[in-house]
């Protein structure tokens, strides 16, 4: 089965009871606290013990400041989509582009008939989902002249006004369980969200061959579905959750939980652990060959951590060091054994450089969006010089400045302090040390790179998003190789000779 390659991501699915709204809040503020990406909250507006879903995520969204939010679904039969549209633009705008679209069909037609909802059969529920989706899409899409018109047969809109846009391109995610809910999504949607628990046994591949399949007849790939998936309690491990990831091709794992301590465990604990497991096997599978060599890691097992082997994977086409250069320091000894102390003073190091490179996955994603025109960059363009276009141009660059500092301070603490303390203790790192410091001085000169590449998209002066792609690559090439040539040398003497 696939692994489609989609970054993980780990969220909680929290019941909004109205008998206790502050507690259902605190929750949510916690799963951000605990590190996970994502909180949702189903949506049932005929259930008279929820709190009203879109109200709860607009609460929620003004008490959070990173975690994304997503109903998980939205109720479509109950909520006229053109409305849907501008609702989840508004929101998606007002909490910096962190909402995305779960939406449903709809079920228990009783509940919904009672509500004033007009009751169809499962066929007729999937294409008034997809003319739905239709509608909202060209709400969204504010680049279009004229007005919305979509005559379905369960859903009309007659030439209304386009508009806003959200802050970045939403997801919009199905609950899809049925073959003709998961061509839809093969068709149309950005994410495949089930429940775990009205799953059979191969469900979850006969649903991707679906969805692949109708994918690919619409001239998308199937690695443009997210492939999302609620677990009903924290009963499986980091093995089983990596095990879907890699031969499923599940990439989002949300937890149905109202227990404090499971929502901590899993952000703290079991999201970390799926992350480092997935990353080694994917890190570990053959990669193609090109005009690099890919660097060989040291077998470190009395260390308790391998340092990260460089892929010898390159995006760009510049060289801006030969590679062949580099000095290599002392061979480990084999015989020699570490303290837990020591082995953690290794590990240090190479969990420092996961930060590093899962940032720059996201300045990645970042840029993905914004060059294919999904972070509304597109439809800022559209209203030219306006703030909306300064506003998601700006967001980038924040984003990107930010992590250049974060490097720029992480090489500036090992000049100053790491690299003179491992010299004087070992004199033979030497080479090694002066190498990466003038290492240091090449990325440096490749983030100002970066730096002259935003201002011209912010600026519009020349270059554009390709520019700044041009220059994020390169501060791929640069940034990974010298992380995994800096763990391959020095993850071993820093568990020999400590840090100061």
């Known amino acids: ?22 507690r259902v809040v605190a929750l949510a503020v916690l799963a951000e606290q605990a590190g996970l990406d994502l909180v949702t909250f189903q949506d049932h507006p005929y259930q008279a013990g929820f709190l009203d879903t879109w109200t709860l995520l607009s609460f929620v969204a003004a008490r959070t400041r990173n975690v994304r939010l997503s109903a998980n679904v939205i109720n479509l039969p109950l909520r006229p989509p053109a409305v849907l549209a501008r609702s989840v633009a508004s929101l998606d705008l007002l909490s910096g582009g962190r909402i995305e679209l779960g939406l449903g069909a709809g079920a228990f037609w009783d509940a919904i008939e009672a509500m004033g909802g007009e009751r169809l059969t499962a066929g007729q529920a999937v294409r008034a989902l997809e003319e739905g989706i239709e509608i909202i899409r060209q709400i969204w899409d504010v680049e279009t002249r004229g007005g919305v018109r979509v005559h379905g047969d369960f859903h009309r809109v007659s030439g209304a006004k386009r508009g806003p846009a959200p802050a970045h391109r939403v997801g919009i995610w199905l609950g899809a369980y049925k073959p003709r809910m998961l061509a839809l999504t093969g068709r149309l949607a950005d994410g495949w969200l089930p429940s775990l628990g009205y799953l059979k046994p191969g469900d979850l591949a006969a649903g991707n061959t679906i969805i692949d399949e109708a994918a ?11 492939r999302l998936l609620n677990l009903g309690g924290p009963s499986l491990g980091a093995e089983e959750l990596a095990e879907l990831a890699l031969t499923e091709g599940i990439s989002t794992f949300i937890l149905a939980a109202d227990d404090p301590d499971a929502i901590r465990v899993f952000g703290e604990e079991v999201a970390p652990a799926v992350r480092e497991l997935v990353t080694a096997e994917r890190s570990g599978k053959e990669t193609p060959k090109t005009p690099f060599e890919a660097t060989t890691p040291i077998t470190t097992t009395n260390l308790g951590v391998t340092p990260t082997p460089d892929t010898g994977v390159r995006r760009s086409t510049l060289t801006p060091w030969d590679e062949s250069t580099r000095p290599t320091g002392p061979a480990p000894d084999p015989a020699r054994t570490y303290t837990p102390h020591e082995q953690a003073s290794g590990r240090h190091l190479v969990e420092v450089h996961d930060h590093l490179r899962a940032e720059l996955a996201q300045i990645h994603d970042l840029i993905d969006q914004v060059e294919t025109g999904t972070m509304d960059v597109g439809a800022a363009r559209s209203h030219i010089n306006t703030m909306t276009m300064r506003q998601n141009n700006w967001t980038l660059g924040t984003y990107c400045e930010s992590y250049c500092r974060i490097v720029t301070t992480h090489h500036t603490i090992e000049d100053r302090s790491l690299f003179p303390h491992l010299k004087r203790n070992d004199p033979r790192l030497a080479p090694v040390i002066d190498r990466l410091e003038q290492e240091h001085h090449v990325i440096h000169d490749v983030l100002e790179g970066v730096d002259k590449a935003l201002v011209a998209l912010v600026t519009n002066d020349g270059g554009g998003t390709a520019g700044l792609r041009a220059a994020v690559d390169l501060l791929s090439d640069t940034l990974l190789s010298h992380l995994s040539y800096e763990e391959r040398e020095l993850v071993e003497p820093i568990a020999r000779l400590g840090v100061q």
């Not at 969220?11 to 709204?21: L, N, Y």
């Open 216 to 226: 690919l007849e619409a001239g998308r790939k199937p690695q443009d579905v997210r």
């Open 1 to 22: 089965m696939p692994d489609y390659g989609h970054s993980l991501e780990f969220g909680t699915f929290i019941t909004p009871a109205a008998t206790d709204p502050d």
